[in-house]
């Protein structure tokens, strides 16, 4: 039976039939909101390739996790500046580092806001790899022990949660090992599974001067190529214990955020990266676009692939324009 009896159409005559048999809905539950922290007071200083996301020093910091928290934005995540840089990433790990610090003022002012460091080394090494440099590479098992202890000091310092971006194999075992020894055995691990080797991340690269010095990440972040990969990446990470599985970038791997969603039980996050947000911003800064409207056809795209959670830049406004849409 088809044409004319059937005819998708009217299914779509009205809003209120529209709303009724949407699949997708976007909410703000979703959402965690990527953040730059930095040392200082009183800076809030916009990061060019990123319209309207900021460095932040922690007392601006807070001003911004209150309105997150009046928009109903559950849960924020922490990238960090340091002081200085140094071959071992001692930034990174250090009990006032700048995450550390951020950790701990986020968390008695506003107890209830999810907060979920991302736990890399590009940071605060001074040649930005994600890792401890040995004979021109990084060396996976000497930095799998500064990832643990750098997991270890954002649990301390009150992370709700951790998040390893930086691919080395089994960081998180070694991370769950270290949180378990050390009466952690309730903070979850969002592990990066499939993050693949993109140019998605100029933009941060920039925000968070975090660009490697020589060389790329090639030889540990993902070909983009590759699907099957990442199924086992994410297998892998789940047999160490992860408990959320990460697709980084989200827009140009919506195969592979569905491919993951179809394959496992635990909950999947997609993260929408700098530079999808950065396009999206420059498009509609020469009003080739309607940003808020390609927002949230990305936002539901990424949700409608597979995604449970959204890592995105957008939060804010997003959070926005869904009070708005509910009146
Ligand atoms: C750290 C890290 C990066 C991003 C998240 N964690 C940069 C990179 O791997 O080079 C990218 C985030 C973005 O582009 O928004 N390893």
Redesign the pocket.
Known sequence: MSFPIQRPRRLRRNDTIRRMVRETELSVKDFIY?MFVCPGTGVRQEIEAMPGQYRLSLDEMKRELESLVKLGVPSVMF?GLPESKDLLATGAYAEDGIVARALREAKAEFPDLYLVP?V?L??YTSHGH?GVIHDGDVDNDETLKLIAKTALAYAEAGADMVAP??MMDGRVAAIREALDGNGHSQVPIMA?SA?YA?G??????EA?D??PQFGD?RGY?MDPANAREALREVRLDLEEGADIVMV??ALSYLDVIRQVRDQVDVPVAA?N???E?SMVKAAAHNGWIDERRLTMEILTSIKRAGADLILT?HAPDAARWLKEEQG
């Open positions: 990527p990238f991302d890399c590009c940071e994600c971006s930086d990066y993050k993109s998605f991340y100029g933009p941060f690269r968070a975090s660009a990440r972040q980084k970038p993260y990266v700098s530079g947000y830049y």
